[in-house]
C-alpha cells in the first residue's frame, strides 16, 4: 500500500489522533518515531498499521510481524501527520488499550499523579518511575491524557516497560490503605517530614500534585506521611518532575 497525497482520508484520519475526541473517536493513537516504533513492537499491544516515509532507510532494523499492514509514504505525508519539526519517517497506529474499571494495583511502588497537567513533566516522572523500578504510574482525573502526543514522545517507550493507569487518585489510595501500604504526599506542611528521613519500601504509593496547586485536600487527607526536599539555594521551589524523581529514587528499597 502506497500513499503520497495528504489529501487522502486515511492521510486525514492519522492527522486526526492528535486531538483526544478523535482518538477516541477512532480508538486509536499514534507512535512518532523509531525508538517509540520499536518498543511497541517489542510490548503486547495491539499494533494496526506502521507508515513509512520514502526517507526512512531503516526497515529492515524493525522485524515487522507480516499480520501488521505496512503503509508506504511520502515525506510530505510525514510532515503532515507527525507533530514535530523534523519527523523520522517512521510511524505506527495503534489500538487504544481498553480501560479496566475494576481498578486492581499489584504489588511494589506506585506513582500517583494528582492534577498534573503538563505533558513533558508526566512523560519524564513515567520514564523516572521506569528508571527507578517501579510498578506503574496512576494518572489521576485532572491530569493530561496518557496519549497526548507530547506526552507520548516525552515517556520514550517507558509506557510499554511499566503499567500506566487512568483512574480515581483517592480511590488508588484507597485500595493501598486496605493493603496497608504507606502512601506519601509531597505537600509542604507543618507535619511534613524531610523526605531522607523516612526509609526505604517495596510496596508503597507516592502522590505528587498539580504544579501550581499541588495536591488536592482530599488526596491530602488520606496520606500516611507528607514529604518535603529542603532547598538549600533561594530557588521558590522544584519542579514536580525532578522532586518526584528525587523521591522515588529514595523511598523505592
Avoid at 497506529?93 to 499523579?113: F, H, R, S, Y
Avoid at 504526599?185 to 519500601?201: I, P, Q, R, T, W
Amino acid at each position: 500500500m502506497e500513499i503520497k497525497s495528504t489529501a487522502n482520508q486515511r492521510v486525514k484520519n492519522w492527522k486526526k489522533l492528535a486531538l483526544k475526541k478523535e482518538r477516541k473517536k477512532q480508538n486509536k493513537y499514534l507512535l512518532d518515531g523509531l525508538h517509540l516504533v520499536k518498543e511497541a513492537l517489542k510490548s503486547k499491544e495491539r499494533i494496526l498499521e506502521i507508515l513509512v516515509a520514502e526517507s526512512f532507510n531503516f526497515i529492515d532494523e524493525l522485524n515487522i510481524p507480516k499480520e501488521i499492514e505496512i503503509v508506504n509514504i511520502s515525506n510530505e505525508v510525514a510532515k503532515v501527520i507527525s507533530q514535530t519539526p523534523s519527523p523520522q519517517g517512521i510511524f505506527a497506529v495503534l489500538e487504544l488499550p481498553q480501560i479496566n474499571k475494576n481498578l486492581k494495583l499489584d504489588d511494589g511502588a506506585w506513582l500517583m499523579l494528582d492534577g498534573v497537567q503538563d505533558p513533558g513533566n508526566i512523560g519524564t516522572m513515567v520514564r523516572t518511575a521506569d528508571a527507578a523500578g517501579f510498578k506503574g504510574v496512576f494518572i489521576g482525573k485532572g491530569s493530561a491524557d496518557i496519549y497526548n502526543p507530547k506526552l507520548v514522545r516525552s515517556m520514550q517507550g517507558s509506557q510499554f516497560h511499566i503499567k500506566v493507569v487512568e483512574g480515581d487518585v483517592l480511590e488508588g489510595i484507597e485500595l493501598m490503605n486496605q493493603k496497608g501500604w504507606p502512601v506519601f504526599g509531597s505537600e509542604l506542611n507543618d507535619e511534613a517530614k524531610n523526605y531522607s528521613e523516612v526509609g526505604k519500601f517495596d510496596n508503597f504509593g507516592l502522590v505528587m500534585g498539580n504544579e501550581g496547586n499541588g495536591m488536592s485536600k482530599e488526596a491530602l487527607s488520606k496520606t500516611t506521611d507528607n514529604l518535603y526536599i529542603p532547598i538549600k539555594g533561594q530557588a521558590e521551589s522544584l519542579n514536580v518532575a525532578v522532586a518526584a524523581g528525587i523521591l522515588m529514587f529514595t523511598l523505592k528499597k
